[in-house]
């Protein structure tokens, strides 16, 4: 029944490190999407994707890049990860035309330390 | 910014409808109002959505005001497992590769 699964629940890792966070979905849908949550800032875009190897920006790309090479995996990337990307990851996918629901996964909580 | 208006957090007793207000005065005539919750340490899920007719589904109804600029998401019996955080959201219809944009939602409390 698991319709977008995140590569991990939990995630430490050390200033400078580059991260990944990998996210499957298996509904076939064209657009993907990554969102950080931070307490009291909520839900905020970082990059989304309409389909495979196209993305665009969102509201905080900086110091975030992404690769989507097959449709149903898009993959979040912290060339140099830093203290202040601690937060949890959530990953969705909808339909391209939007018409349905957008699906989200379980999140990935990254701690940089 | 936000396009829409909820209040920060509400309580319901369990079993009675919960009732959560959203204001969206600017809305355009092609943008859907959704609904998405979120139960604490899990990712958001939607709830329901609609465009100017009222909406009901399995968990829930989706009340929009004659001139669109509100709404009302009603849980009919509400249950403990409904405390979240609810969103209201407005986006357009049909494609555009845009996400969906996020307030701060309302807190839902469901007294036992």
């Known amino acids: 029944d698991v319709k977008v699964t995140q590569s991990s629940r939990y995630l430490v890792k050390r200033t400078g490190e580059k991260v990944f966070l990998e996210c499957v979905q298996d509904?076939?849908?064209?657009?993907m999407f990554w969102y950080r949550q931070d307490p009291g800032l909520g839900l905020r875009l970082i990059y989304f994707?309409?389909?495979?190897?196209?993305?665009e920006k969102g509201d905080i790309p900086e110091g975030y890049s992404v690769s989507r090479e097959k449709k149903e995996r898009f993959s979040l990337i912290l060339e140099s990860a830093s203290t202040n990307q601690t937060s949890m990851y959530l990953c969705?996918?909808?339909?391209?035309?939007?018409?349905?629901?957008?699906?989200f996964g379980q999140g990935t909580r990254l701690t940089v330390v | 910014d936000a396009k829409t208006t909820q209040p920060t957090s509400m309580d319901c007793a369990e079993g009675r409808a919960a009732n959560l207000p959203c204001n969206h005065s600017?809305?355009?005539?092609?943008?859907?109002v959704y609904w998405y919750r979120q139960i604490h340490s899990q990712g958001p899920q939607y709830i329901i959505h609609?465009?100017?007719n009222n909406e009901t589904n399995e968990m829930a109804s989706l009340i929009i005001t004659e001139d669109r600029k509100s709404s009302t998401l009603i849980l009919p019996h509400a249950t403990l497992r409904d405390t979240a955080v609810y969103y209201c959201?407005?986006?357009?219809?049909?494609?555009?590769?845009?996400?969906?944009?996020f307030g701060k939602g309302t807190h839902l409390i469901i007294q036992p």
């Open positions: 994707s309409y389909d495979v190897k196209m993305k």
């Open positions: 959201i407005v986006r357009i219809s049909g494609g555009g590769a845009d996400g969906l944009t």
């Open positions: 509904m076939d849908h064209e657009n």
């Open positions: 609609g465009l100017k």
């Open positions: 600017t809305i355009s005539g092609n943008e859907y």
């Open positions: 969705a996918s909808s339909p391209g035309d939007w018409v349905g629901e957008a699906f």
